[in-house]
Each structure stands twice: as structure tokens, then as C-alpha cells.
């Protein structure tokens, strides 16, 4: 397997963990009062736990990545997260997409980009 397919996964599997968990919070802060029973909602919520395995599977490949990688170099793509965040969350919870977070992300690409040459 190509070393840039651990980053591939890595982005892709904490982009998914983060959404799985945004999903489980979700339900927990509309079941629960807070403290004890908010607590009780995220240990046994479905959402949040799928989403922090697969964002721990993120982490492992993350973890191969930096084994065939400088860090300065493979750091900044760590950042492409940041774009799949911004359409996953607009897609599936139909959050804002502003022009200056399209501003951002043709910045953060920009960088990648900038940063893959060296």
C-alpha cells in the first residue's frame, strides 16, 4: 500500500468519526439535562462510540503515515480535514457554508498545495 493512502485513510476515517460523533452529541444533548445524564448518554450512545473507534482507526493509519513521512511534510494534509468537516457537516447537518469558509478552504488547499512541493 502507497504511503499516501495512510494519510488518505487517516483523513477519511477522522472526517467520518468526527460526523459519527457530532451525530451522537447530538441525540445526548436533546435527551439529557446534562451532567450525570449527559455523561449516561454518551458512554451508551450508539453514535459516539462507533465514532470514536473509527476516528481511532484514523489514528492508526495516521500513526503508519508518520513511520514513511517527515512530520513538516505530511502535517498540512492533516488540514484537508478541515474541508471534509465543512461539506460533511453542511450535507448531513445542514450547517452554514459561508463564503469565508469557502474563503478558507481555498486558503487551506492553497497551503497544501504549497506545502506537497517542498
Given amino acids: 500500500m502507497s504511503p499516501f493512502m495512510f494519510v488518505a485513510f487517516s483523513t477519511i476515517f477522522g ?12 441525540g445526548v444533548s436533546k435527551a439529557s439535562q446534562g451532567g450525570t445524564s449527559m455523561m449516561r448518554g454518551i458512554i451508551f450512545s450508539p453514535w459516539v462510540i462507533g465514532g470514536l473507534g473509527i476516528y481511532g482507526l484514523g489514528v492508526l493509519f495516521w500513526l503508519m503515515a508518520l513511520s514513511h513521512f517527515e512530520l513538516s511534510y505530511i502535517y498540512p494534509f492533516a488540514s484537508l480535514s478541515y474541508i471534509g468537516i465543512i ?6 447537518f445542514k450547517e452554514k457554508l459561508t463564503v469565508m469558509r469557502l474563503v478558507g478552504v481555498a486558503v487551506i488547499i492553497a497551503g497544501v498545495l504549497i506545502t506537497s512541493q517542498s
Avoid at 87 to 92: A, P
Fill in 15 to 26: 472526517i467520518s468519526g468526527q460526523l459519527l460523533l457530532k451525530n451522537g452529541m447530538n
Fill in 87 to 92: 461539506v460533511g457537516s453542511y450535507l448531513i
